[in-house]
């Protein structure tokens, strides 16, 4: 059946991308797939019909979702793709428009206020460790133990972060007392791996929604905390692990307003 072959498509994406890809590419490939009886045999594949639903996404980043889901998806089936099939995606994608969304501003004195009253103690940390460090909410939702190094005087974070990079992140005692305490505390009650520190992304994000704003804003806020405390651009991008300075430049330009 098709949902058998999609489940199993999304583990195969699990070996080398974050759950939050993976999950991407899982939805994008299941509308790709509507129409085609590919549950029992690949063979079955209409490529052209395939073709036909990647025509009608408007919308770049949509469309790049949807071409990278199914080129995963042939990659992982063995499916070679005819130069001419390669072509037509390339001129399809072309016909696609950016997408430009109104944000609205967001008031971070206001959302520190909302997560500083919230009882649940673990979705506070969590989101307070986002602000503190820039963390992205995908890479500190499957920091485990092994992740951690703890001293006295810091909180060590290490992970795997975006385009499969190695990170890490830190919280200082001195710099945040509070969230340094309540924070070590989680740690070392958490239980043996692999247990997760922290709540699942998804969790977090609708639990971020609820209350008015997303995870990422928490870490624009981050970046643009930096900003202010050492004027340095060259410095912010490299603490939010930025490959290009443009996307500091964006990052400080968003609406979140310190």
Known sequence: MLYDLLRDYREYLLKSLRP???????????????????????????????????????????????????LHFCEWQGIKLSADTLACIAELEKATKKKYRKLKPVDF?????KIKRLKNMKLKLSFQTIIATGLR?????????????????????????????????????????LLFERLHNLITSTAPCPAKIFYSSDYLESKARVLGFTCHDLRRAFAKIEYKKCKNKAEVSEKLRHTNKRTTNIYLRSKVKI
């Open 20 to 70: 939050e890809t993976a999950g991407t590419y899982y939805k994008r490939l299941a509308t790709l797939l509507v129409g085609q009886s590919v549950g029992n045999t690949v063979a079955r594949l209409e490529v052209g019909k395939v073709l036909d639903k990647l025509g009608e996404i408007k919308y770049k980043n949509y469309f790049s979702q949807s071409k990278n889901a199914f």
């Open 109 to 113: 004195a206001s959302i520190e206020g």
């Open 137 to 177: 909410v995908s890479e500190l939702a499957v920091l485990t133990l092994d992740n951690c190094t703890l001293s006295a005087d810091s909180i060590k974070f290490s992970f795997i972060g975006k385009g499969g990079k190695a990170g890490t992140a830190g919280i200082e005692r001195v710099e945040h007392p």
